[in-house]
């Protein structure tokens, strides 16, 4: 499976530009990267504090012959995030449930999980914010980022390509796994 990517300087929120690509035009899959975002999407209503520099990606996907549950998801999601960040960051990271990674107990990465259906097809599509350069001041939850762990900046478009990497090749093992357990 391969993501097309869609870049762009500014959007409102990657997932909603990514369910407007969805509703738009025929891609069964995709990437959603922009430097900024103005209102930015977190679990429940709440707003993706987001600091210029930071990392701000959707994927989507179409939900075809996956029969797996959301909170599934989440975890093969989360766990595909992890991956990345422990290429940089070699000590313990951690979840919060249900969608946040912790370094430290400080919130380093948020993910924002949406299904959406156009015509008879269901999407999903992964929301993910990865705080690189800056940490967003949130009350009553510490948040950190990588530039303040390993005292150096990580490359934006680096890290963009690892995530895709491991998306493409994760979700197609994952699709051809519950092919296999369609069959039986």
């Not at 990517?5 to 035009?25: C, D, E, L, M």
């Amino acid at each position: 499976m391969k993501f097309k990517r869609f870049k762009f300087k500014k959007v409102k929120s990657t997932n909603n530009t990514a369910i407007r690509i969805i509703k738009n035009y025929n891609f069964k899959n995709g990437m959603v990267i922009s430097e900024f975002q103005t209102n930015g999407k977190g679990q429940y209503g709440k707003k993706w504090i987001s600091h210029k520099g930071n990392l701000f990606i959707s994927f989507f996907h179409e939900l075809k012959n996956i029969n797996m549950s959301l909170s599934a998801l989440t975890k093969i999601n989360c766990l595909l995030v992890k991956k990345a960040l422990e290429k940089y960051y070699k000590k313990k990271i951690t979840f919060k449930k249900p969608n946040d990674l912790l370094i430290n107990k400080n919130k380093i990465s948020g993910i924002l999980q949406e299904v959406i259906s156009k015509s008879d097809n269901k999407y999903l599509i992964v929301g993910i914010g990865i705080n690189l350069i800056k940490s967003p001041k949130i009350i009553n939850y510490p948040t950190t980022n990588l530039f303040n762990l390993l005292d150096k900046r990580i490359n934006k478009k680096v890290i963009e390509n690892e995530l895709k990497v491991l998306f493409e090749k994760n979700l197609s093992k994952l699709y051809k796994i519950n092919n296999k357990l369609n069959k039986i």
